[in-house]
């Protein structure tokens, strides 16, 4: 069945520094692929998402591109913020297809803390 | 913010009793989803729904059962509750299916002692 693994965390790291968070994917078809992100105490929110082979999604400096070659779709920020401590998640779903029941199969999350 | 609420919030209860999750929402979508979240796991679908009375189980359905009698609720039930039934429940709604963003709820963390 699909699966999603992500790099093991937790990572820390310091304001203004580089982020990299890795997720590779296994999957049938061609599956749209996402990054969620959980704050402390609340529900999952979509950061951003990818749905064809060579799109970059991207939001509030978060960036990803989705590589069918390699089967990733690694987060990247170029200078993160004490605010952007959380949880994210990688996620894929069955297809960008209308008829999928959006279904999603999550990796393992990666805690993130950035401090002043 | 999606108008998504999940009750209980929070509840402890002893292995053997039933126990019913109950997820609302005013957004009518269409689409709504049970996850489970669990250290070292991320998030794994219980049940889902594609439409009132039209569900279907996800990777983890042994132990639960689900009812969706119209379009604002979505329940999830313990039938008898076991300890490894221990977990945060999320609840998530879509327009529609494919890669639509899903909405989610704020969940309900259940202790089973």
């Known amino acids: 069945g699909d699966s999603v693994t992500q790099m093991e965390g937790p990572v820390t790291l310091s304001e203004e520094a580089f982020l990299t968070i890795n997720c590779t994917y296994t999957?049938?078809?061609?599956?749209?692929l996402f990054w969620y992100v959980q704050y402390p105490g609340e529900g999952l929110q979509l950061l951003l998402k990818?749905?064809?082979?060579?799109d970059k999604g991207s939001n509030k400096g978060f960036e990803a591109t989705y590589r069918k070659e390699t089967t990733s779709f690694h987060l990247e920020k170029g200078s993160v913020q004490v605010s952007d401590s959380a949880v994210y998640f990688c996620a894929l779903s069955e297809g960008a297809g209308g008829t999928s029941y959006g279904k999603l199969t999550f990796g393992q999350g990666t805690i993130l803390t950035v401090h002043p | 913010d999606a108008g998504i609420t999940q009750s209980p919030r929070h509840k402890v209860t002893e292995t053997g009793t039933p126990v019913t999750l109950r997820c609302h929402q005013t957004?009518?979508?269409?689409?709504m989803y049970w996850y489970r979240q669990d250290p070292g796991h991320g998030l794994r679908l219980i049940h889902y729904?594609?439409?009132?009375?039209?569900?279907d189980k996800g990777e983890v359905s042994d132990g639960y059962s689900v009812s969706r009698s119209k379009t604002e609720d979505f329940l999830l039930t313990l039938e008898s509750a076991t300890s490894s039934q221990t977990s945060v429940y999320f609840c998530a709604i879509s327009e529609r299916g494919g890669a639509y963003e899903q909405y989610f709820g704020p969940g309900t963390r259940l202790t089973v002692t």
């Open positions: 729904s594609y439409g009132v009375k039209d569900t």
């Open positions: 990818a749905t064809k082979a060579d």
């Open positions: 957004e009518n979508h269409r689409y």
């Open positions: 999957a049938t078809g061609y599956p749209s």
